[in-house]
C-alpha cells in the first residue's frame, strides 16, 4: 500500500510542499483464497514524504496485524536527486526491508533486506491532476538467513489519476524484480488504489478522509498457508485514509 497520487506529484516535479497521510485496509484475502486464511487481516499503511531543493524523499511503513496484535512490518525509503532543469529525470536510491511472524506461534523471520539504485523519469500533466513515473534499478539482496546475498534488478511503474473534479483517485504501482528462487525468475507485484475523497463534496471541505480499495495483484510473491510463493492472486482490501 504505497506511492499514493499526491506523492508521486511531489516527486516528480519537487513542488514545495510535504505530504503525510494514514491508510487503514481490511484484507480480503482469507474469504477468497482458502490457502490463505492464515493471512493478516488488517494493514495500517503510514506515507511521508518531503521536498527540498536537491529531490525528495519518500518512505513508507505497513504493519500487519492479527487479532492479538502485530504481526509484523515492513517499510520502504527513497531518495531522488533530480538530474535534470524540468525534475524529468532522476537519480532514484531505495532500501526495502521488514520482518513477520506465524499466526498462533509467533515465531518470526526478518525479510531479506535489499538496496535500490538507478534512474527514473517522472512526467505529470499541466494541472498534475494525473502523474506517471518509470524506474529501472539495480537491486542489491544483502545476506539473508535462508539465502546468502545475490544480484538483481527491478523495474517499476507508478501512476496517479485524479479526475471527477477531485473527487476521485485512481493510483498504483507496478513493480517487476528478479528473484532466483522463484519459477521464472521474476516476481510481479501490483497494487492499483481506487479513492473516493470525500473532502471534494459539498459540505465537506477540509474533511481529508477518503474511502476505497485497493487490490493486491500478485505472482510468485504472497506466501501461502503450506509456505510456498508460486502462484498468482489478486487480493482486494476495503479502505479507508486521513491525509494531513
Known amino acids: 500500500m504505497k506511492k499514493v497520487i499526491l506523492s508521486i506529484v511531489c516527486l516528480a516535479f519537487g513542488m514545495t510542499v510535504s505530504a503525510q497521510n494514514i491508510q487503514l485496509h481490511y484484507d480480503l484475502g482469507h474469504s477468497f483464497y482458502g490457502d490463505l486464511n492464515g493471512r493478516p487481516n488488517v494493514t495500517t499503511t ?6 527540498d531543493k536537491w529531490g525528495s524523499t519518500f518512505l513508507f511503513t505497513d504493519i500487519d496485524y492479527f487479532s492479538d496484535g502485530a504481526a509484523g512490518a515492513y517499510w ?14 532522476a537519480l532514484h536510491l531505495e532500501y526495502d526491508g521488514g520482518a513477520t511472524t506465524i499466526e498462533h506461534t509467533g515465531i518470526g523471520n526478518r525479510f531479506q533486506h535489499a538496496f535500490l539504485g538507478g534512474g527514473a523519469w517522472n512526467w505529470a500533466s499541466k494541472d498534475f491532476s494525473k502523474t506517471f513515473s518509470l524506474q529501472a534499478m539495480y537491486k542489491y539482496y544483502f545476506k539473508g538467513t535462508n539465502r546468502g546475498a545475490f544480484n538483481g534488478f527491478q523495474f517499476t511503474a507508478v501512476w496517479g489519476d485524479t479526475f471527477a473534479n477531485g473527487l476521485c483517485t485512481f493510483s498504483g504501482f507496478l513493480d517487476v524484480w528478479y528473484d532466483k528462487d522463484v519459477k ?36 510468485n510473491f504472497v506466501f501461502n498457508n503450506e509456505g510456498s510463493n508460486n502462484k498468482f492472486y489478486a487480493i482486494p482490501t476495503i479502505a479507508a485514509k486521513w491525509t494531513f
Request: proline share 4%; no cysteine; charged share 25%.
Open 46 to 51: 503510514i506515507e511521508m514524504f518531503k521536498p
Open 76 to 89: 520502504e525509503i527513497s531518495r531522488e536527486f533530480n538530474l535534470t532543469h524540468n525534475k524529468r529525470w
Open 184 to 219: 521464472g525468475k521474476l516476481i510481479t507485484l501490483s497494487e492499483p488504489q481506487f479513492w473516493v475523497n470525500l473532502n471534494a463534496l459539498k459540505g465537506m471541505e477540509g474533511i481529508n478522509v477518503s474511502v476505497g480499495t485497493e487490490v493486491e495483484i500478485s505472482n
